[in-house]
């Protein structure tokens, strides 16, 4: 991650474990996640608990990466101040 923005020189990390927060970020962004797939897979689509279980298993998986991200720029938004 870059320590400054390149457009407008803004400092990302304040202070050593700004992001710690960010972490409860990233949290409720996959709870939301494993919540929706929940309701899709096994309310619209019907299929069985065992197959719901490892499809949000897998979503959960593959979106932990964008999560990350995610929860950081939220993060840092939240803070930001003209």
């Given at each position: 991650?870059?320590?400054?923005?390149?457009?407008?020189?803004?400092?990302?990390?304040?202070?050593?474990?700004?992001f710690f927060?960010?972490?409860?970020?990233?949290?409720?962004?996959?709870?939301?996640?494993?919540?929706?797939?929940?309701?899709?897979?096994?309310?619209?689509?019907?299929?069985?608990?065992?197959?719901?279980?490892?499809?949000?298993?897998?979503?959960?998986?593959?979106?932990?990466?964008?999560?990350?991200?995610?929860?950081?720029?939220?993060?840092?938004?939240?803070?930001?101040?003209?």
């Open positions: 991650m870059n320590n400054r923005c390149n457009e407008c020189n803004y400092k990302f990390e304040k202070e050593t474990g700004f927060g960010a972490m409860f970020v990233s949290y409720a962004l996959a709870v939301a996640q494993m919540i929706l797939s929940l309701v899709v897979f096994w309310c619209f689509i019907d299929f069985s608990p065992l197959n719901v279980f490892l499809i949000i298993t897998v979503v959960t998986i593959l979106l932990s990466t964008i999560n990350f991200r995610v929860s950081r720029s939220i993060w840092i938004f939240l803070f930001y101040k003209d």
